[in-house]
């Protein structure tokens, strides 16, 4: 897990921080102890944007999208909707 810097420290020590966040996933900021901000390696922002923006289009199955094996995902998902709707009957 990511460690915790002040502003000061990230000021002091970027390069070594780039690293840290590089290993740890994530390097977060503080000013007066409070988080503000976070280093984060493009590929784990690149994630965050996928989800966000899955998030705001189509939900969950387009978080699949990217990842390895997203058909036997999908599959699985279709399984499972599939099962707990076939028991309700229509209300009208």
Not at 38 to 46: G, K, M, N, R, T
Not at 52 to 72: F, I, K, Q, S, V
Request: hydrophobic fraction near 40%.
């Amino acid at each position: 897990m990511g460690k915790s810097r002040s502003v000061a420290e990230v000021k002091a020590h970027f390069s070594e921080c780039i690293d840290l966040a590089l290993q740890d996933g994530h390097v977060l900021i503080t000013r007066y102890g409070k988080p503000i901000a976070a280093i984060v390696s493009f590929d784990d922002l690149e994630q965050l944007q996928r989800i966000r923006t899955a998030r705001e289009t189509g939900g969950l199955a387009d978080l699949a999208e990217g990842w390895e094996d997203a058909d036997t995902f999908a599959q699985e998902l279709d399984k499972i909707v599939a099962e707990r709707y076939s028991n309700i009957s229509p209300a009208f």
